[in-house]
């Protein structure tokens, strides 16, 4: 029975503990309710609808953000140009290509031709069968060219047999006019004497391997060229006379 007793008692006392847990918990959730009407009361007296929030803040953010940005772009800039990679421009490329070949070629900028410029020929008759061809060290010289090469060449074309006289003239057997020589000169110059690439005469021959080559030296570029063959000579003798 004296437990019985403790049971009853323990379990009252339980349940007196916890009407009075719910008790004070109802009574702070009415307190907070009644806070948030004062609150929500108090604001719509204080609204006026016809105000306008302010963007202050939100402006100064934007001014923070695109400084924070220009100030990023201008290191990143800063950083491409140190490395050498900077980002540029179509024209600005274009100027700057344009300003270096002018520094490099002053020529260009004058207006005046960079290619071979070659003199008429001078053209003499020596009897009935011979044509002398009088500027042909001149050519030699504008070329930078052995007279040797150029002569070999120049009877090759020209299906006939030739020397240097003491004046250091090409004497040829046979008539020829000044435009054949102008035309032999011209395709010496076109294939030894021209770079195939930048079209410029500062080139210079060289064997190598039994080859040989044309580099030149102002883009470096190299290429091998064909040997000069001889032509055809046709053998003329007197006929015998027939008995």
């Known amino acids: ?3 019985l007793r403790e049971f009853c008692s323990r379990s009252n006392m339980e349940d007196n503990h ?3 847990e719910l008790c004070f918990r109802s009574n702070m959730g009415d307190n ?3 806070d948030k009407k004062d609150k929500v009361a108090q604001a719509a007296a204080t609204f006026d609808p016809t105000k306008k929030k302010k963007k202050k803040k939100a402006i100064a953010i934007e001014e923070s953000s695109t400084s924070t940005d220009d100030s990023s772009m201008n290191s990143s800039a800063l950083e ?3 490395t050498g990679e900077a980002d540029y421009e179509y024209e600005e490329l274009l100027d700057r290509l344009l300003m270096k070949l002018r520094d490099d070629n002053p020529k260009l900028a004058d207006g005046e031709k960079c290619g071979l410029v070659l003199s008429p020929p001078q053209v003499l008759r020596e009897g009935s069968k011979k044509t002398v061809l009088v ?6 010289r504008t070329m930078v060219r052995q007279p040797d090469h150029v002569m070999s060449f120049m009877l090759a074309e020209l299906g006939t047999s030739g020397s240097l ?3 250091l003239r090409l004497v040829v057997k046979g008539r020829f006019s000044p435009k054949n020589f102008g035309a032999i000169l011209r395709k010496y110059a076109n294939q030894y004497v021209i770079c195939f690439a930048c079209k410029r005469p500062d080139t210079r021959l060289s064997k190598e391997n039994r080859l040989n080559y044309l580099r030149c030296e102002r883009c470096c570029a190299s290429r091998s060229v064909a040997p000069i063959e001889a032509g055809f000579l046709a053998k003329v003798g007197k006929r015998n006379s027939a008995a």
């Open 1 to 3: 029975m004296a437990a």
């Open 135 to 140: 500027n042909f060290m001149e050519y030699c």
């Open 32 to 34: 907070n309710l009644n």
């Open 80 to 82: 491409k140009t140190k």
């Open 18 to 20: 916890n009407l009075r």
């Open 165 to 167: 006289d003491g004046q």
